[in-house]
């Protein structure tokens, strides 16, 4: 799929400042929103940007780290709460990816544990990063305190509620109601964390991305 002119521009200028960020270890790029937000596009279209900087791209996603369906439908298959804080295993997240991708670390890392689909362990070749290299890790609930300090930049896609629903009903082939029960643990369980966590206050960087071919990048601190 072709790009607009102006999602390629911000694009760009995303991947300008994170190619000009000098750190004694790799830049770990967070992408955080609600599902439905377009995180996993943005992520996948700014790896070629990144690349014109001559450095090492990693993709990940914290889909590679879900915990197993016993623990994430514990409390409930229609929990929000079991939605927010159960899904993922955050430790995992961490120990195999973002900690040594970070100061003092390893660089030897792996972009995935565990397979939901198959609900069953699943350990990705471990690599050694170059010491200059960019990590674009996409996902929600990222922007979780015990995460934040494992981040170096931050970017919050940032669309309404009825504006996720519907392209997650296009996505999966659910209802496109966002009252509707197939909504209601996903919606709700965001509502948590964006309660709890305030993400967007988190961001270094938020792009209103209602319009996919229209986005529109705002940085927290110009």
């Known amino acids: 799929m072709s790009l607009s002119s102006q999602r390629s521009a911000v694009l760009d200028e995303l991947a300008a400042v994170i190619g000009e960020i000098q750190l004694p270890h ?7 929103g609600a599902d439905g937000a377009g995180k996993t596009r943005l992520a996948d279209d700014l790896v070629a940007p990144c690349l014109k900087s001559g450095r090492e791209i990693i993709r990940a996603s914290i889909d ?60 990705s070749p471990q690599k050694r ?19 934040q300090s494992e981040m170096d930049i931050k970017v919050f896609m940032d669309v309404t509620e009825q504006t996720a629903c519907q392209r997650c009903a296009e996505r999966d082939g659910s209802s496109p109601d966002m009252h509707s029960e197939a ?18 206050a988190q961001a270094d960087a938020i792009i209103d991305n209602n319009d996919l071919s229209k ?8």
Do not use: M
């Open 215 to 222: 986005p529109v990048l705002i940085w927290k601190h110009q």
């Open 129 to 147: 990063a170059t010491r200059n290299a960019i990590l674009i890790l996409d996902g929600i609930f990222l922007f979780r305190p015990e995460l």
């Open 64 to 123: 590679g780290f879900h915990n197993p369906r016993s623990i994430r439908y514990a409390r409930g298959t229609l929990s929000p709460e079991g939605y927010f804080r159960d899904s993922f295993n955050n430790d995992a997240l961490i120990d195999s990816l973002l900690r040594p991708l970070g100061p003092n670390g390893s660089r030897l890392y792996r972009t995935a544990a565990f397979d939901w689909r198959s609900d069953a362990p699943v350990l």
């Open 183 to 200: 909504h209601r643990r996903y919606l709700e369980g965001q509502r948590l964390y964006f309660s709890e966590c305030n993400p967007k």
């Open 26 to 32: 790799p830049v770990r790029v967070a992408i955080n």
